[in-house]
């Protein structure tokens, strides 16, 4: 069993940064890729960046290339979403997920395949003002 849990949103002002936390407890962090999804007001869930296991790679959906960026720290059970430069359409409630079956070679699984996350936190609230 993994417990995740997210942290870090906030209000911020277009142009500016956050960075979110996602502390997974457990002693098998290692063994499962990490995703970030995010869900607007009145929209679908929808995939933001994955990390694999190892961290050495990481997929990224279109519209935040560039601007954001994950990463993980095996050691501290913990994966990180570095917003930079955030716009107004970044508002979201932002969740962690947990796959064991995704591997590096298949990080795009999340973008399509929310049957192959094991474990969703409970998600944070990122509000960027125009």
């Known amino acids: 069993q993994v417990q995740l849990v997210e942290s870090g949103g906030g209000l911020v002002q277009a142009g500016g940064s956050l960075r979110l936390s996602c502390a997974a407890s457990?002693?098998?962090?290692?063994?499962?890729?990490m995703g970030w999804f995010r869900q607007a007001p009145g929209k679908e869930r929808e995939f933001v960046a994955a990390i694999s296991r190892s961290g050495r790679t990481t997929y990224y959906v279109d519209s935040v290339k560039g601007r954001f960026t994950i990463s993980r720290g095996n050691t501290k059970n913990t994966v990180f979403l570095q917003m930079n430069g955030l716009k107004p359409e970044d508002t979201a409630v932002y969740y962690c997920?947990?796959?064991?079956?995704?591997?590096?070679?298949?990080?795009?699984?999340?973008?399509?395949?929310?049957?192959?996350?094991?474990?969703w936190g409970k998600g944070t609230l990122v509000t960027v003002s125009s």
């Open positions: 457990g002693r098998t962090f290692s063994r499962y890729a």
């Open positions: 997920a947990a796959s064991s079956s995704v591997t590096a070679e298949n990080l795009y699984v999340f973008t399509y395949s929310v049957g192959a996350i094991d474990y």
